[in-house]
């Protein structure tokens, strides 16, 4: 059992050094439970900033969780916590479906939200909200708290006054060297632990997504600012840009790849030579980018928006998607019919690109799935899962080329797209787009 401590009212005698009282989260959650109301709107941070000790605590005392409805950013692959599953009466709000969360949405218990981050940042910034919950580093001497590796929504809900706020001082959450911080006075309740962050490790990649990393690599110049996301394709890159140097960082999210392109020297030196969100990785990639003077974390208002993003020279923005159909319309949401994700970042830094000076906005995917039964590069995408439009996309990689899709006709881009397709899929694609074309 960890140890905990509990304020309710002076938080700022912390960094004073005066004793507080010993009490269990649950004790210090249902004491600010109480002071809510019975149906009550909570926002809880996600990614590396998801509070899993809170969610430890409601799955053991249920009751905690009656009536409320969580709000939060929830990765797929990264957060694994079904908030609204927590009490027959919880619901929750979010711009992801991940598997975690299928079982509540399926019972129309997660209402899901297509949003980008740019949008759910101005709908956090505006939504009904008691609440929040924010997982903290320990205050520093001048009373002061980080948000550690996990920036992200939360300076959004720590901006908005109406807004009471529960913190959990995590000993493991660092402060970062070049990060936001907010006076530990802002948190009405607060309470100590000791809990590991939640954590993603590297997969083992087969050999399609080295060579899919390879070509993007080749569609990099040294000095260029990058952003990558998170899964495989990312993955992959990173580790094809060792040779590279004087590289810099704008991205949503850094992941433990990235610790590695330093070390090789790919990475320029100096401050804020990288710019994210948040970092999810491993245990050991936390405590590195908590201290590494190179990183600097910025909220989404921030590191997302067209007005930053333009100003970047060279921005390449290095995404996936699920699967393109020949007008160069990409699908990121849907697998069968079913939702799978959200669109996140992607149209946000994929515009961003496209205003920025000499910017590039790079999708890749395997060109087929399913042991290469299921071609990715289809004739036309069903209606109801378009999440990038073809006016948005720009390049398009698969492990067979690169497909410059800017600035050309319907036919073009159909015949590029066509020659990065796996080889046996080629003939029936250039059939079908034949049949396409005569109808429109």
Same mark, same amino acid.
């Given at each position: 059992?960890?140890?905990?401590?509990?304020?309710?009212?002076?938080?700022?005698?912390?960094? /004073?050094? +005066?004793?507080? @009282?010993? &009490?269990?989260? #649950?004790?210090?959650?249902?004491?600010?439970?109480?002071?809510?109301?019975? #149906?009550?709107?909570?926002?809880?941070?996600?990614?590396?900033?998801?509070?899993?000790? =809170? *969610?430890?605590? =409601?799955?053991?005392?249920?009751?905690?969780?009656?009536?409320?409805?969580?709000?939060?950013?929830?990765?797929?692959?990264?957060?694994?916590?079904?908030?609204?599953?927590?009490?027959?009466? @919880?619901?929750?709000?979010?711009?992801?479906?991940?598997?975690?969360?299928?079982? @509540?949405?399926?019972?129309?218990?997660?209402? %899901?939200?297509? =949003?980008?981050?740019?949008?759910?940042?101005?709908?956090?910034?505006?939504?009904?909200?008691?609440?929040?919950?924010?997982?903290?580093?320990?205050?520093?001497?001048?009373?002061? !708290?980080?948000?550690?590796?996990?920036?992200?929504?939360?300076?959004?809900?720590?901006?908005?006054?109406?807004?009471?706020?529960?913190?959990?001082?995590?000993?493991?959450?660092?402060?970062?060297?070049?990060?936001?911080?907010?006076?530990?006075?802002?948190?009405?309740? $607060? !309470? #100590?632990?000791?809990?590991?962050?939640?954590?993603?490790?590297?997969?083992?990649?087969?050999?399609?997504?080295? +060579?899919?990393? *390879?070509?993007?690599?080749?569609?990099?110049?040294?000095?260029?600012?990058?952003?990558?996301?998170?899964?495989?394709?990312?993955?992959?890159?990173?580790?094809?840009?060792?040779?590279?140097?004087?590289?810099?960082?704008?991205?949503?999210?850094?992941?433990?790849?990235?610790?590695?392109?330093?070390?090789?020297?790919?990475?320029?030196?100096?401050?804020?030579?990288?710019?994210?969100?948040?970092?999810?990785?491993?245990?050991?990639?936390?405590?590195?980018?908590?201290?590494?003077?190179?990183?600097?974390?910025?909220?989404?208002?921030?590191?997302?928006?067209?007005?930053?993003?333009?100003?970047?020279?060279? %921005?390449?923005?290095?995404?996936?998607?699920?699967?393109?159909?020949? %007008?160069? +319309?990409?699908?990121?949401?849907?697998?069968?019919?079913?939702?799978?994700?959200? /669109?996140?970042?992607?149209?946000?830094?994929?515009?961003?690109?496209?205003?920025?000076?000499?910017?590039?906005?790079?999708?890749?995917?395997?060109?087929?799935?399913?042991?290469?039964?299921?071609?990715?590069?289809?004739?036309?995408?069903?209606?109801?899962?378009?999440?990038?439009?073809?006016?948005?996309?720009?390049?398009?990689?698969?492990?067979?080329?690169? *497909? #410059?899709?800017?600035? &050309? @006709?319907?036919?073009?881009?159909?015949?590029?797209? $066509?020659? $990065?397709?796996?080889?046996?899929?080629?003939?029936?694609?250039?059939?079908?787009?034949?049949?396409?074309?005569?109808?429109?």
């Amino acid at each position: 059992m960890l140890t905990q401590r509990l304020w309710l009212s002076e938080p700022e005698t912390y960094a /004073t050094g +005066q004793k507080m @009282s010993s &009490k269990t989260l #649950e004790s210090a959650f249902s004491a600010f439970r109480q002071s809510l109301p019975e #149906e009550a709107r909570l926002f809880v941070a996600g990614c590396s900033g998801e509070p899993l000790p =809170l *969610a430890e605590t =409601l799955k053991a005392a249920p009751d905690l969780a009656s009536g409320l409805t969580f709000l939060g950013i929830w990765i797929p692959g990264v957060n694994q916590t079904d908030w609204a599953s927590l009490h027959p009466s @919880s619901k929750a709000e979010s711009i992801f479906i991940s598997p975690a969360l299928r079982p @509540s949405f399926d019972a129309d218990d997660t209402c %899901f939200h297509p =949003l980008s981050y740019t949008q759910s940042a101005a709908w956090l910034s505006r939504t009904k909200l008691d609440a929040g919950v924010i997982m903290i580093s320990p205050p520093d001497e001048d009373g002061f !708290v980080s948000l550690g590796v996990s920036t992200d929504f939360s300076p959004t809900i720590l901006e908005r006054e109406d807004v009471r706020l529960f913190g959990i001082i995590n000993h493991r959450l660092k402060a970062p060297v070049n990060g936001p911080k907010f006076p530990v006075s802002r948190f009405e309740a $607060i !309470v #100590e632990t000791d809990h590991p962050l939640e954590s993603v490790t590297e997969n083992d990649l087969p050999q399609t997504f080295a +060579q899919i990393g *390879a070509r993007i690599a080749d569609l990099c110049e040294d000095g260029d600012i990058l952003q990558f996301g998170l899964g495989n394709v990312q993955q992959a890159v990173l580790k094809a840009l060792h040779n590279h140097r004087d590289l810099k960082v704008h991205a949503g999210m850094i992941s433990t790849p990235l610790a590695a392109l330093i070390d090789q020297g790919a990475i320029a030196d100096g401050p804020s030579a990288v710019t994210t969100g948040v970092a999810i990785g491993t245990q050991d990639f936390y405590e590195r980018a908590a201290v590494d003077e190179r990183i600097r974390y910025a909220p989404v208002s921030y590191t997302h928006t067209i007005a930053t993003l333009a100003q970047l020279p060279n %921005f390449k923005a290095i995404n996936s998607c699920i699967e393109m159909d020949l %007008f160069g +319309q990409a699908n990121a949401e849907f697998i069968n019919g079913r939702q799978i994700s959200g /669109t996140g970042g992607l149209v946000d830094f994929l515009r961003g690109a496209a205003a920025s000076p000499t910017g590039r906005g790079i999708l890749a995917l395997t060109s087929t799935a399913r042991k290469g039964t299921i071609s990715r590069i289809v004739p036309r995408l069903p209606r109801d899962a378009t999440s990038i439009s073809r006016a948005d996309v720009d390049t398009v990689v698969t492990e067979h080329g690169v *497909a #410059e899709l800017k600035h &050309k @006709s319907i036919d073009a881009r159909a015949e590029a797209l $066509i020659a $990065i397709a796996d080889p046996s899929y080629r003939d029936q694609l250039q059939s079908d787009w034949r049949e396409i074309r005569k109808s429109l």
